[in-house]
T-cell receptor, first 112, second 114 residues
Framework: QKEVEQDPGPLSVPEGAIVSLNCTYS??????FMWYRQYSRKGPELLMY??SSGNKEDGRFTAQVDKSSKYISLFIRDSQPSDSATYLC????????????WGAGTKLIIKP | DAGITQSPRHKVTETGTPVTLRCHQT?????MYWYRQDPGHGLRLIHY???????DKGEVSDGYSVSRSKTEDFLLTLESATSSQTSVYFC?????????????FGQGTRLTVV
């Protein structure tokens, strides 16, 4: 079993819909949680960063961490075709020696 | 892209040959990383560096070596390429460690070993 599980998709939704992307993990020591966006043939770029539990909002994006369920989510409101990309979750703990543990990514397609 | 250049961008090489990938940064960030990305596996850390001549192994370091003789350059060498090393390789940099600061990624190098 992988430490971080993420549905590969693709997830296809109409423009304007609310998108929910999720990751589950097995290591209860994880404290740092990140969402990266990766466009085709490009490197990942950081979208959201959360420490420990709770919600964080940035524009149309909201990141949620539920440590009791070992579950993190990224919500995208008013989705746009430009949001079409692969979304990668990554997480780490203080004892991971600088190693981020990555999900395999969910491919998101926003249909105009 | 945040001042990171990977070269080459594409390479096809034969099994058993040595290959060196280069990552060059203009940000003067202390930390540099090499990842590989394969379908179904996400990103996996190969090696990382926390300063000039300071490097350490990541999750999938077998068959790879690295060197960092200058702050701006981090080289990844496949000593004797195998087909299992066909992948997309990403270099990343961060000002501090990746768990508490943003990591910036290069455009990637697509390597095919035939």
């Amino acid at each position: 079993q992988k430490e971080v599980e993420q549905d590969p998709g693709p997830l296809s939704v109409p423009e304007g819909a609310i998108v929910s992307l999720n990751c589950t993990y097995s290591n209860s020591a994880f404290q740092y949680f990140m969402w990266y966006r990766q466009y085709s043939r490009k490197g990942p770029e950081l979208l959201m960063y959360t420490y420990s539990s709770g919600n964080k909002e940035d524009g149309r994006f909201t990141a949620q961490v539920d440590k009791s369920s070992k579950y993190i989510s990224l919500f995208i409101r008013d989705s746009q075709p430009s949001d079409s990309a692969t979304y990668l979750c990554a997480m780490s703990s203080m004892d991971s020696n600088y190693q981020l543990i990555w999900g395999a990514g969910t491919k998101l397609i926003i249909k105009p | 892209d945040a001042g990171i250049t990977q070269s080459p961008r594409h390479k096809v090489t034969e099994t058993g040959t040595p290959v060196t990938l280069r990552c060059h940064q203009t940000e003067n960030h202390r930390y540099m990383y090499w990842y590989r990305q394969d379908p179904g596996h996400g990103l996996r850390l190969i090696h990382y560096s926390y300063g000039v001549k300071d490097t350490d192994k990541g999750e999938v370091s077998d068959g790879y070596s690295v060197s960092r003789s200058k702050t701006e350059d981090f080289l990844l060498t496949l000593e004797s390429a195998t087909s299992s090393q066909t992948s997309v390789y990403f270099c990343a940099i961060s000002r501090q460690g990746p768990i508490n600061t943003e990591a910036f990624f290069g455009q990637g190098t697509r390597l095919t070993v035939v």
